[in-house]
């Protein structure tokens, strides 16, 4: 993978005093789509948290552009990388239209009216996301799936350079997961995808690494690292890996 803006070198993160993440390194080329594979507990979301700054790594550094992140400033920082969480909720009475807004935040400054480009980031992401004959229904009303959908209209009103999503396809049907990564793969940004279908990654993603226990154990494009030893090393489940007619990796798993 070749370098871009938003970077991490052997990256390592303690929490509660176990080792989550262990020299870690990502470097995504500019405007391809990364996929974060692994088993629950193997560091997707941590590592996503450090590359948004949220969380600073305990060894190893992550770069924006060659800066040390934590010489960028928050609120420059909010301009360039958007992050959707798995979970978001509030007991705030916001309408879709105000939680999208909230994309916009690092744009103005304080107190100042939302601007006309601000208004058009704002219609262009409901747009984009199918959420637009929504945008005046409140966010409590809303369907999982529907949620998760705004929550990306919010990231994507941003305009960033580098997407951080955190399982995105959670909670959408079927139809709703490919118009949300066919979306996702045709945005000039760069974008850090955690998922958990090795389906999905092999069919929207340029390169994929796959973490366990905190260890990058393969990186590269999905056709080379999606094979049936990987899947058995780190799943401990047997999968019979073939080639799609559109010449992606096809995983299908054999229960034993």
Request: charge should be negative; charged fraction near 20%; proline fraction near 4%.
């Amino acid at each position: 993978m070749s370098g871009s803006g938003l970077a991490a070198d052997r990256v390592a993160r303690r929490l509660g005093g176990e080792l989550v993440l262990d020299g870690v390194s990502l470097t995504p080329a500019e405007g391809s789509t990364v996929g974060v594979l692994g088993p629950n507990g193997s560091g997707k979301s941590t590592l996503l948290r450090v590359l948004a700054g949220v969380l600073a790594p305990s060894a190893g550094v992550v770069t924006v552009d060659g800066r040390e992140i934590g010489d960028v400033g928050r609120r420059t920082l909010a301009r360039r990388v958007a992050v959707v969480e798995q979970h978001a909720d509030t007991q705030i009475p916001l309408t879709v239209r105000d939680v999208v807004g909230l994309g916009r935040v690092p744009h103005r400054r304080a107190w100042l009216a939302a601007s006309a480009d601000d208004e058009a980031a704002v219609a262009q992401a409901l747009e984009q996301t199918g959420m637009t004959a929504k945008a005046g229904q409140r966010w409590q009303t809303l369907s999982g799936g529907e949620r998760q959908r705004v929550q990306i209209a919010r990231a994507l009103a941003q305009r960033p350079r580098e997407l951080l999503l955190d399982e995105p396809t959670n909670h959408l049907d079927v139809q709703h997961q490919f118009e949300l990564l066919d979306l996702l793969t045709s945005l000039p940004v760069t974008s850090v995808v955690a998922l958990h279908d090795l389906n999905l990654a092999a069919m929207y993603c340029d390169d994929i690494v796959v973490l366990d226990r905190g260890v990058v154990v393969a990186a590269g494009r999905p056709a080379d690292v999606l094979t049936e030893s990987l899947i058995m090393q780190v799943y401990n489940v047997k999968a019979d890996v073939t080639t799609s007619p559109e010449g992606h990796p096809h995983v299908r798993f054999i229960r034993s």
